[in-house]
């Protein structure tokens, strides 16, 4: 038996886009595969939406824009963001999301997060759950609001005070 993974196509990501409802946000896939050293993640965010600036301390992140538009702010400058653009979010580097009018689905990629560390991002208590981690810190924006929460384990929203 060959230990020998082989490549094959793993979403759609069109399909897989038009399939979300409008007001859908999040994750709409992960990559989830055993023994992986990336994870991927396909995001929605509907309608003025936003990830609350924030910088990733850890990883490098590729953003490819797939659908919709918006605006990336590197907190010098507002940057378009349409389909088919590609966007570097190097680690420790400001980065702030807003979608347009449509909506915005991206694709980030960035290298797989070692298991369970100090400080680290949340997550089951093993280290990081098979499925892909959250790109950045998406795993702590609020659905409702978009805001970022400090705390990993909070309960509530500190904007909006929706239970998370």
């Known amino acids: 038996m060959s230990t020998h993974e082989t490549s094959r196509v793993l979403v759609d990501i069109d399909t897989c886009v038009a399939g979300a409802r409008e007001a859908e946000r999040g994750a709409l896939w992960r990559l989830a595969e055993q023994g992986r050293q ?6 929605r965010l509907p309608a003025g939406a936003e990830v609350t600036g924030h910088a990733e301390t850890e ?8 659908a ?11 940057q378009a963001l349409k389909p ?3 966007a570097w979010l ?7 999301l807003v979608a347009g009018p449509d909506g915005l689905a991206y ?34 924006v609020c659905p409702a609001c978009g805001a970022l929460r400090a705390e990993a384990g909070a309960r509530f929203c500190p904007r909006c005070g929706e239970e998370l």
């Open 38 to 43: 990336l994870d991927a993640n396909l995001v």
């Open 59 to 66: 990883l490098d992140v590729l953003l490819v824009v797939v």
């Open 68 to 78: 919709g538009e918006g605006r990336l702010d590197n907190g010098v400058e507002s």
């Open 84 to 86: 088919g653009a590609v």
């Open 90 to 96: 190097p680690r420790t580097s400001h980065r702030a």
């Open 107 to 140: 694709l980030t990629v960035h290298r797989r997060r070692s298991g369970l560390s100090i400080g680290g991002s949340s997550g089951s208590a093993g280290g990081a759950a098979e499925g892909g981690e959250a790109a950045c810190a998406l795993d702590r």
